[in-house]
């Protein structure tokens, strides 16, 4: 059966710090991957997501970056934090365009 | 462009009552899908229905329903006999075929009393 991991948990980082959280999926090959951002009290932004090694889309443009090294591993990346980075943010695969969407347990960041 | 309204800020039920969580959706294309999440305090999303454009039958799962209706735009949910197990954040979303991107709704905190 298909996993998804993502850590760490609960992250606490000050202002102008780097970021790098990073997911992982098992289970499956070449599975779509997307980063997406919950404010408090709000539903989910689609930050990144990436249907293959190497390919990256961008939906909202801000501080961050993402990266997919390997197959099964997405990477979302800081050089400079923001308090306005502070969030949810929750990892998710798919098995193509339009399917349900699987997700991680989330990282709570806070930057202060 | 696509939206998604989920009116219900919040709903608060006695155990054992039924519920209704209703969801709107806005589009001009003709081949979309339809999502219901459960978000537990945990945060995990957890996926629960998906529906296409063209299927309007109602599905019914164990003490879950969903009503598509086409005509009113509108994928309501419905939890029959609920249990303080089902308190949680409900999450509608839509993803037009042309796109990878999920839009979604606000979310619906549901809290069952015992």
């Known amino acids: 059966s298909q996993t998804i991991h993502q850590w760490p948990a609960t992250l606490v980082q000050p202002v102008g710090s780097p970021l790098s959280l990073e997911c992982t999926v098992e289970g499956t090959s070449n599975p779509n991957l997307y980063w997406y951002r919950q404010a408090a009290g709000r539903g989910l932004q689609l930050l990144f997501y990436?249907?293959?090694?190497?390919?990256i889309s961008s939906e909202v443009p801000q501080n961050l970056s993402a990266s997919r090294p390997q197959d099964r591993q997405f990477i979302l990346s800081s050089k400079k934090l923001l308090l306005s980075d502070s969030g949810f943010y929750l990892c998710a695969w798919s098995e193509q365009k339009n399917t349900e969407a699987f997700f991680g347990q989330g990282t709570r960041l806070t930057v202060v | 462009a696509q939206k998604v309204t989920q009116a219900q800020t919040e709903i608060s039920v006695v155990e054992k009552e039924d519920v209704t969580l209703d969801c709107v959706y806005e589009t001009r294309d003709t081949t979309y899908y339809l999502f219901w999440y459960k978000q537990p305090p945990s945060g995990e999303l957890v996926f629960l229905i998906r529906r296409n454009s063209f299927d309007e039958q109602n599905e019914i799962s164990g003490r879950y329903s969903w009503n598509f209706q086409k005509s009113t735009s509108s994928f309501n949910f419905t939890i029959t006999a609920s249990q303080v197990v089902d308190s949680a954040v409900y999450f509608c979303?839509?993803?037009?075929?042309?796109?990878?991107?999920?839009?979604w709704g606000a979310g619906t905190k549901l809290i069952i009393k015992p």
């Open positions: 990436s249907v293959g090694i190497g390919q």
């Open positions: 979303a839509l993803e037009v075929d042309s796109n990878y991107q999920l839009i």
